[in-house]
């Protein structure tokens, strides 16, 4: 038998330049809009959730305050609160009430306006 001879195989190998290696390890573009958005959003949230937090502590310590005072002086301030709340639904009604009459006699006096055109 006749030996056959084994197939070459070609092996290809890439050459890279040097400015093909540098640009292969930068980014072809910027960062995303997205990621520019959540990188300055970290802050901004870290600081608001401060703030809130700071807010709800002096909640707390204000009703801590204020709770005993509320007992002591509850004699002049329940009676002071129910003619506040009274004036306030006095006031209320009365603008319902006269909101009521405008809108009353506006429409009394478009249906005289369309009675004496038509």
């Given at each position: 038998m006749a030996d056959r001879p084994y197939p070459h195989q070609?092996?290809?190998?890439?050459?890279?330049?040097?400015?093909?290696?540098?640009?292969?390890?930068?980014?072809?573009?910027?960062?995303?809009?997205?990621?520019?958005?959540?990188?300055?959003?970290?802050p901004v949230?870290?600081?608001?959730?401060g703030?809130?937090?700071?807010?709800?502590?002096?909640?707390l310590i204000g009703l801590?305050?204020?709770?005993?005072?509320?007992?002591?002086?509850?004699?002049?301030?329940?009676?002071?609160?129910?003619?506040a709340c009274l004036t306030l639904a006095g006031l209320m009604a009365s603008g319902a009430f006269g909101l009521t009459g405008l809108t009353a006699m506006s429409w009394v006096l478009n249906y005289f306006r369309q009675a004496s055109a038509g």
């Open positions: 070609i092996q290809v190998h890439p050459q890279y330049s040097y400015d093909s290696v540098i640009k292969s390890l930068y980014p072809q573009s910027g960062p995303s809009p997205s990621k520019v958005l959540a990188i300055l959003a970290l949230s870290g600081t608001l959730l703030l809130s937090g700071i807010s709800l502590a002096g909640s801590a305050v204020v709770t005993p005072l509320f007992f002591i002086f509850s004699p002049v301030l329940v009676p002071a609160a129910i003619v």
